[in-house]
């Protein structure tokens, strides 16, 4: 048995891999499993890689706009 370290929720499940990303099932917070035996916890780091990703595509569109309107003189 082990505990989410965001709400301390028991989460009993068992995991094989180290860095396996799981979701909390009280508070729905991603973890990354850092230790087996015993299963130990930390929150995951994916939602700054997410965040990252989407100021990129809106990057991106922003300058397929400026090329539409040159193309239209
Ligand atoms: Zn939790």
């Given at each position: 048995m082990s505990y989410c370290p965001e709400c301390e929720a028991a989460i009993d499940e068992e995991f094989e891999d180290l860095g396996e990303i799981v979701s909390?099932?009280?508070?729905?917070?991603?973890?990354?499993?850092?230790?087996?035996?015993?299963?130990?916890?930390?929150?995951?780091?994916?939602?700054?890689?997410?965040?990252?990703?989407?100021?990129?595509?809106?990057d991106e569109e922003s300058h397929d706009e400026e090329y539409d309107k040159e193309d239209d003189y």
């Open positions: 909390c099932p009280e508070c729905g917070v991603e973890l990354e499993v850092i230790s087996i035996d015993p299963v130990e916890f930390d929150l995951a780091p994916i939602d700054d890689e997410d965040s990252e990703d989407e100021d990129w595509d809106e």
